[in-house]
């Protein structure tokens, strides 16, 4: 069956022109050593932008797009724009979609593959409507509370917290080993559900990074020493340790109810008044 699939894509490269001429202009121009996306904006016409890809239609063919990797969003300096994505990343989702292997893993998920660059910074496949996103956020297990705005504050927020976890790690002089990747994972396991340690929900106006070690006890910026946690617990743990901060809550919990709920708004507050 790939071997059939495969042919018959060959087929298809062989013969540029079943795509229409705007395609063969886009090829030939493309090949020639111009930008595909300056290529793409000055011939064809957008159907939508994301983080990652801009997509663009066919004057001439309206059964196919073109995907083109999006560099509009600048490096910021670390090999990542303000999304925290990479070169790398962004043309992984272009190699995906048109991977046989995904297509049979994933069937009906991903439209077909026709064409692509050598190094996937754009492909051509065939058009389909776009998928309902919490029909999308279902195939791929991801917490469905994760909506489009939502999506945009926590790409934001993902690479903010790399900026900060390198600054702060060079600031105690600890280990920093955590990728974008890493942290995506992270705040996709975790988004939507409660705090480990007062079950408020976690969501991208209250969710944040906790060292499970203290950095200032050594502990190092790693995927294995972090976790999320609501943006209150984590101002209540402060300098502890896990197994401390948990004996403490016990503790506080333990007090006279108005006592416990002014030593846990105190502690909220930073220990501040």
Same mark, same amino acid.
């Given at each position: 069956?790939?071997?059939?699939? !495969?042919?018959? @894509?060959?087929?298809?490269? !062989?013969?540029?022109? /079943? ?7 886009? @090829? ?16 064809? /016409? ?6 990652? &890809? ?40 272009? !190699? ?9 893993? /994933? $069937?009906?998920?991903?439209? @077909?593959?026709?064409? &692509? ?8 496949? !065939? *058009? ?14 991801? $917490? $469905? ?22 600054? *702060? ?14 942290? *995506?994972?992270m705040f996709y396991d975790s988004y939507g559900k409660g705090c480990r340690y007062c079950d408020k929900q976690l969501t991208f106006r209250t969710i944040a990074c906790?060292?499970?070690? $203290? ?59």
């Amino acid at each position: 069956m790939k071997l059939i699939f !495969e042919n018959w @894509k060959r087929c298809l490269k !062989e013969n540029l022109s /079943y795509f229409g001429k705007a395609f063969v202009e886009f @090829k030939n121009r493309v090949d020639a050593g111009e930008d595909a996306l300056t290529v793409a904006d000055d011939i064809l /016409y957008p159907l939508g932008e994301g983080s990652t &890809r801009v997509v663009f239609g066919f004057p001439d063919n309206h059964d196919i797009v073109l995907k083109v990797i999006n560099t509009k969003n600048p490096d910021l300096g670390d090999g990542e724009d303000k999304y925290g994505f990479s070169m790398k990343n962004k043309a992984v989702s272009n !190699e995906n979609e048109v991977d046989f292997q995904i297509h049979q893993g /994933y $069937p009906g998920l991903f439209p @077909k593959g026709y064409e &692509r660059a050598q190094d996937y910074s754009w492909i051509v496949t !065939e *058009r389909v409507d776009p998928m309902d996103h919490q029909e999308m956020l279902q195939h791929f297990g991801l $917490p $469905p509370l994760v909506n489009k705005k939502a999506y945009k504050k926590l790409a934001s927020k993902m690479s903010s917290l790399k900026s900060s976890l390198k600054r *702060r790690s060079e600031q105690y002089e600890v280990l920093f080993d955590i990728d974008a990747a890493d942290i *995506r994972s992270m705040f996709y396991d975790s988004y939507g559900k409660g705090c480990r340690y007062c079950d408020k929900q976690l969501t991208f106006r209250t969710i944040a990074c906790d060292h499970i070690i $203290p950095l200032t006890k050594g502990g190092p910026s790693t995927k294995e020493n972090l976790q999320l946690v609501c943006k209150t617990c984590n101002t209540r743990k402060g300098p502890l340790n896990e197994e401390d901060f948990t004996l403490l809550i016990q503790l506080i919990g333990d007090l006279p109810e108005e006592l416990s709920v002014y030593v846990m708004k105190k502690l909220a507050k930073g220990g501040r008044y």
